[in-house]
């Protein structure tokens, strides 16, 4: 049977060098909140997809792990789900999303390409160069921002170019887990594809949008630069 599934498409793990939330902790703490999928969008590796779906498979949890990866390419940050390869750090915009785009033809499967963050200031963030450049969607609330104006000017990005808007908490710890999330109607769990191509196409919409709380964020910044 079909139904409305809450997702969290924005979620680091300790395979980050800035993720904090081991991928038990990650998984359970989706869980607990009552996720129905959470994609694993971790700084220049698979790994930690890699290890959320080993370790959901293994327990027979039942939550749905989005793979991805947040690649540094040489115009910013670029997020990509659906990728199974991974992506090489580095390469311009054009390139990286050109191989993502390969992949996802020749596996004949669902790539979703979305700009982070786009103009968060101090983040790799593109700004408006990832117009025109191919990608599916612009995540117009991200959490780990203290302020709105970042997010309202992609949302207005978004909106004025007819680029499909999506929502992720950015969580580098287990604790910011579905401090925003996106919805997806007509779908089972079981059904990846089928959850992908309804967010390529534009058929999401945004549902929690809260931010960071400050102490948290706070302690994030601090044991970052220990």
């Known amino acids: 049977m079909s139904s409305t599934l809450t997702l969290d498409l924005h979620v680091h793990t300790n395979y980050s060098y800035d993720g904090r939330g081991s991928i038990e902790e990650i998984v359970e703490r989706a869980i607990a909140k009552q996720l129905d999928g959470i994609g694993i969008c971790d700084h220049n590796t698979m790994d930690g997809s890699y290890a959320a779906r080993k370790y959901v498979a293994a327990n027979n949890l039942d939550l749905i792990i989005l793979p991805g990866i947040e690649v540094t390419t040489s115009n910013g940050h670029l997020m990509v789900l659906g990728i199974e390869e991974g992506l090489k750090e580095g390469l311009s915009l054009e390139e990286t999303i050109r191989r993502a785009r390969q992949e996802e033809k020749e596996k004949k499967s669902t790539v979703v390409i979305i700009a982070p963050h786009p103009f968060h200031p101090f983040r790799h963030s593109m700004g408006n160069s990832c117009l025109h ?18 997010n309202k000017r992609a949302r207005i990005m978004a909106a004025r170019n007819g680029i499909t808007a999506v929502a992720g908490s950015d969580a580098h710890s287990a604790d910011c887990i579905g401090l925003a999330t996106v919805e997806v109607d007509g779908v089972q769990r079981s059904e990846e594809e089928a959850i992908l191509k309804r967010i390529k196409e534009g058929e999401v919409r945004l549902t929690s949008c809260k931010r960071t709380p400050f102490w948290l964020y706070l302690s994030q910044l601090c044991k970052k630069k220990r």
């Open 133 to 150: 450049s191919g990608i599916d969607a612009i995540e117009v609330f991200n959490s780990r921002y203290l302020f709105g104006a970042a």
